[in-house]
């Protein structure tokens, strides 16, 4: 089945440093990728998706590349602001016509922001 | 724009207790979702609808019950609360199931079973 791995359970960087979250998945089929952002006590938001392959998508910030020769779409920001602190989710959903198309997620990493 | 509306936000209950959580969507959209959020886990499916009175089973739909009663309401039925249980419930919606839509999410109900 499909799958989703995040390998950091938590990052801990301080404000200005470049951060990168890892996501590898798993599908035999097409595959459309998303991030989604929780911040404390919040409703998890759309930061990023895409399925297209090497092509950067960004958004507040934030970019990612979907690469499907080493089935990855790492979350970056060339400088971290304490606001980023928050638990980031990858997911992923195939591309199947015509029927539900299950999300899967990642465990999640949480992203800690000191000053 | 919409929202997302889940109730209530606290939930705490007794072992073997049947709880109700409900979710409201402004959106119009066609399908909502329930999800559970364990610490570590990620978020897993419980239930989802593709329409008013469907009901779909996710990964994790035993003890569980739901109901989509109209278009903008999906509520969510613990069958048996079990002991020490704790865990957020996420409702979401998007217009459809196609592989591009956006789940929005509500805030989701915090469950504590004592």
């Known amino acids: 089945g499909d799958s989703v791995t995040q390998t950091e359970g938590l990052v801990t960087l301080t404000k200005g440093l470049p951060v990168m979250l890892n996501c590898t998945y798993q599908t035999t089929y097409s595959p459309f990728l998303f991030w989604y952002v929780q911040h404390l006590n919040e409703a998890p938001k759309l930061l990023l998706k895409s399925s297209t392959d090497n092509k950067r998508t960004e958004h507040q910030g934030f970019y990612a590349t979907l690469h499907k020769s080493s089935s990855s779409f790492h979350l970056q920001k060339s400088s971290v602001q304490l606001s980023d602190s928050a638990l980031y989710f990858c997911a992923l959903r195939p591309w199947l016509s015509g029927s539900f198309n299950k999300l899967t997620f990642g465990a999640g990493t949480r992203l800690a922001v000191c000053p | 724009g919409g929202i997302i509306t889940q109730t209530p936000k606290f939930l705490i209950g007794q072992e073997g207790q049947k709880l109700t959580l409900k979710c409201q969507q402004n959106f119009n959209h066609d399908t909502m979702y329930w999800y559970r959020q364990d610490s570590g886990k990620g978020l897993r499916l419980i239930y989802y609808?593709?329409?008013?009175?469907?009901?779909q089973k996710g990964d994790l739909s035993e003890g569980y019950d739901a109901s989509r009663e109209k278009k903008s309401s999906f509520s969510l039925t613990v069958t048996s609360a079990q002991k020490n249980e704790m865990a957020v419930f996420l409702c979401?919606?998007?217009?459809?199931?196609?592989?591009?839509?956006?789940?929005?999410f509500g805030a989701g109900t915090r469950l504590s079973v004592l």
């Open positions: 979401a919606s998007s217009i459809t199931t196609a592989s591009q839509n956006t789940l929005y």
């Open positions: 609808s593709i329409t008013e009175n469907d009901l």
